[in-house]
């Protein structure tokens, strides 16, 4: 990351921060996915970053922060919120807890809610801006609504890039898939899966709850969301003459388009959005998934691709 470690300290950092300090938005990279980056406590410019990504309005945005400290003055942290920002901060963990400072997260990015969702990214250069900037920037994924992710800074660019004054090249993206999302409200719940695992999660602050969390709880949960243009079918062994086939290990191509030719969940993560991407470019009528196993990252995967496909979680 010597490019990152150079941008941390350069003219095109306070560039950034200044243009966000103006009321700007930002294209930025995170160790998840790429992000469109506002003030969090400037309603206009929470509200060009809904405009730009097409996102309704009664779905919140994430709380970015360079670290704990800064957390606990705008989110009112437990236990179970302290327990797991130590293990899992800075990296790919939202927290959603009761609002603590209402005008540091404006009503607009809370969608009204009295919680807010917050997670100190891992990437250099979103700790390196957040320092710059000094205060919590929401960031939702760069694309517009309901399309897959940003992993690179081309996508991000050609999603929402249009509506950046500055945007950070920070490389392609790490994980790939969007942060974990756990509420620590009454019942610990997972809101959405990711990298950080149930059972990592489990493992520090007990077992989650299974109950399906009411929608004003987790609005993010759209149906179809992460979607490409092309339909797409899942747990495919044989695809059709004409689809392209998205494989998985020994089940699928071994090129151009395998997620993992070794079966490792991780690559397949880091390579799902770009490939949906890829896919979406042919000429193809379709696109078809090999099984991905449901285990650990697994999860995150599946739930991605449930909903790229259009099915309910
Ligand atoms: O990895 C990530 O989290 C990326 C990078 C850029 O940090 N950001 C991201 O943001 O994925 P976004 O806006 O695309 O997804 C945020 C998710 C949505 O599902 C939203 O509904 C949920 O977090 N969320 C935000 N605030 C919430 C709240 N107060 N209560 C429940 N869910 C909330
Ligand atoms: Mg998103």
Request: with cysteine; charged share 20%; hydrophobic share 50%.
């Amino acid at each position: 990351m010597d490019r990152a470690a150079d941008i941390a300290s350069s003219p095109e950092l306070e560039g950034a921060a200044a243009a966000l300090r103006a009321g700007g938005l930002v294209i930025l990279p995170t160790e998840t996915v790429y992000g469109l980056a506002a003030d969090a406590g400037d309603a206009r410019a929470v509200a060009a970053v809904y405009a730009a990504k097409g996102r309704p309005a009664f779905n919140p945005l994430i709380a970015h922060v360079s670290d704990v400290a800064m957390a606990r003055r705008i989110a009112r942290f437990d236990d179970r919120a302290e327990r797991l920002a130590a293990a899992f901060w800075p990296g790919p963990l939202t927290l959603v807890l009761p609002i603590a400072d209402a005008a540091a997260v404006c009503d607009l990015a809370r969608a009204g809610l009295d919680t807010v969702a917050v997670r100190a990214p891992a990437h250099p250069l979103a700790h390196a801006l957040l320092g710059a900037f000094s205060g919590p920037l929401v960031a939702p994924s760069a694309n517009r609504s309901g399309r897959p992710s940003p992993t690179t800074f081309a996508d991000a660019v050609e999603e929402t890039g249009a509506a950046a004054a500055v945007a950070l090249d920070g490389g392609p993206c790490q994980i790939g898939l969007e942060s974990a999302v756990v509420a620590l409200l009454d019942e610990a719940r997972l809101l959405r899966p990711g990298s950080v695992t149930r059972a990592q999660i489990e493992a520090l602050i007990g077992p989650l709850s299974e109950a399906e969390a009411d929608a004003k709880r987790s609005p993010g949960r759209l149906a179809r969301h992460y979607a490409p243009n092309l339909p797409l079918r899942l747990n495919v062994t044989e695809p059709r003459a004409d689809e392209v086939w998205l494989g998985f290990g020994a089940i699928g191509l071994p090129e151009p388009l395998n997620l993992s030719p070794d079966g490792d969940l991780a690559e397949a993560a880091a390579n799902l959005f770009a490939y949906l991407r890829a896919a979406d470019r042919s000429t193809a009528a379709g696109i078809a998934v090999a099984p991905i196993p449901d285990e650990g990252l697994g999860e995150a995967i599946n739930d991605r691709l449930r909903r790229a496909a259009g099915f309910v979680g």
